[in-house]
C-alpha cells in the first residue's frame, strides 16, 4: 500500500529525471473565478503530463526485462519513454480510439502499439495475457503501488509551492480518472500541508469516483467511451486508489464538456500553456464551479491534444 514514505522514496528516484513543474497563476482567471486560482502545470512534464513520474519511480523500484501497459495515450507516453530512457522493452495496448496524436507518440517512443475496441474488449485481460505470453511486467495506469507513490510526487511539489505562496488553507482539484493521481496527492497533502484537501474532478457521464465518494460505495459508469476527455474515461475506481480517495478526499467536482473546452482556451490565453479537454476539468472546475473556497489549486494533467480538438476549444 502507497504511504508517505514510498512518495518519498519516489521522489529520490525522479530527482533528475522528471521536472519540478511551475505553479501559476492570472490576474485575469482569478476575476474570472471570483477566487485565488493557483494552476500546477503537470501539462509541462516530460511527455506531457503526470504520468511520467509513475512510470519512472515504478519502473526504478521493479527493474523489470520488458513492460507491459494500457493507456489511452497519457501512460502509454510515459511507460514508452521510461522503457526508453533505460533501455527495456515496452509493449503498450491503447484504445483504438485514442487521439492519433498519443498513439504516434507512444509508437515514436520506441514502444510496440496493441490497439483494442475499448467497448467490446477487456483492456485488462489483453495485458494480463501479454504479459503472461511474453514475460513482461505489467505496469497498471494508476491502481499500483509505486505508480501512485511516483504520481504522489506531484502533492508534495504542490506542499512546498503552497507554502512558498503563503497558502496554507485551500482545496487541490485533480483531474480524476482511476485515482491514482488523486490518491497519491491526497497521500502526500496529509502528511506534508495538511491544511490542503484533495478533490476529484471528472467530465459529466464519467463521474464514478464523485458518485462512489457520495453513496460511499464503488460506483461503475454505464459506458466506457464516448468523452473527449479521454485520459479519464475509466470504468470505475481503482482497488487501491479508492480506500484512500475515501479517507481523505473532499466532494467530487462534474464539470462539462464545454467547459473543460473553455479551460483549454483560457490556460492557452492566460497561462499559456496547452492542455488536452481532460487535462483541464481540474482548471474547470476551479473557474466555474459553485461553493469552492477563496483559493484553489488545479493540477493541469496533461496537454497531449491534437490541432482539431484545440482549434475547437479556441472557437468557442
Known amino acids: 500500500m502507497s ?7 519516489a521522489a529520490r528516484r525522479l530527482k533528475g529525471h522528471a521536472r519540478r513543474t511551475p505553479l501559476l497563476s492570472s490576474p485575469f ?7 485565488r486560482v493557483l494552476v500546477k502545470a503537470e501539462c509541462l512534464q516530460h511527455t506531457g503530463s503526470f504520468k511520467f513520474r509513475g512510470a519512472w519511480n515504478a519502473l526504478s523500484a521493479l527493474e523489470p526485462a520488458g513492460v507491459i501497459a494500457f493507456s489511452s495515450g497519457n501512460h502509454a507516453q510515459g511507460v514508452a519513454l ?12 491503447m484504445p483504438a480510439d485514442a487521439p492519433a496524436i498519443k498513439i504516434d507518440n507512444t509508437r515514436a517512443l520506441g514502444a510496440e502499439v496493441v490497439l483494442y475496441d475499448r467497448a467490446t474488449e477487456d483492456r485488462d485481460a489483453i495485458g494480463e495475457r501479454l504479459a503472461a505470453e511474453r514475460g513482461l511486467t505489467l505496469v497498471k495506469p494508476f491502481d499500483m503501488a509505486e505508480v501512485i507513490a511516483g504520481q504522489g510526487t506531484a502533492g508534495l511539489e504542490i506542499a512546498e509551492q503552497a507554502a512558498e505562496e503563503g497558502v496554507s488553507a485551500a482545496d487541490v482539484l485533480v483531474c480524476c480518472g482511476g485515482g491514482g493521481l488523486t490518491s497519491g496527492v491526497a497521500l502526500a497533502l496529509e502528511a506534508r500541508a495538511p491544511g490542503l484537501r484533495a478533490r476529484p474532478v471528472e467530465p459529466e457521464g464519467f463521474d464514478d469516483v464523485t458518485r462512489s465518494l457520495a453513496t460511499g460505495q464503488v460506483q461503475r459508469n454505464p459506458r466506457l467511451s464516448g468523452s473527449i476527455c479521454d485520459a479519464i474515461v475509466t470504468p470505475q475506481p481503482g ?9 481523505l478526499c473532499g466532494p467530487g467536482l462534474v464539470v462539462s464538456e464545454e467547459q473543460a473546452l473553455k479551460a483549454m482556451a483560457l490556460a492557452h490565453d492566460r497561462l499559456k500553456i496547452v492542455l488536452e479537454p481532460g487535462g483541464a476539468v481540474a482548471l474547470a472546475a476551479a473557474l466555474f464551479a459553485p461553493d469552492l473556497p477563496d483559493t484553489v489549486i488545479a493540477l493541469a494533467t496533461g496537454g497531449n491534444v491534437d490541432r482539431a480538438m484545440m482549434a475547437r476549444a479556441l472557437s468557442l
Do not use: F, N, S
Request: proline share 3%; charged share 25%.
Open 3 to 9: 504511504d508517505i514514505t514510498m512518495i518519498e522514496a
Open 29 to 35: 482567471l482569478d476575476d474570472l473565478a471570483g477566487r
Open 82 to 93: 521510461a522503457a526508453r530512457l533505460k533501455g527495456i522493452a515496452a509493449v503498450i495496448v
Open 239 to 247: 482497488q487501491l486508489t479508492w480506500p484512500i480517495m475515501a479517507r
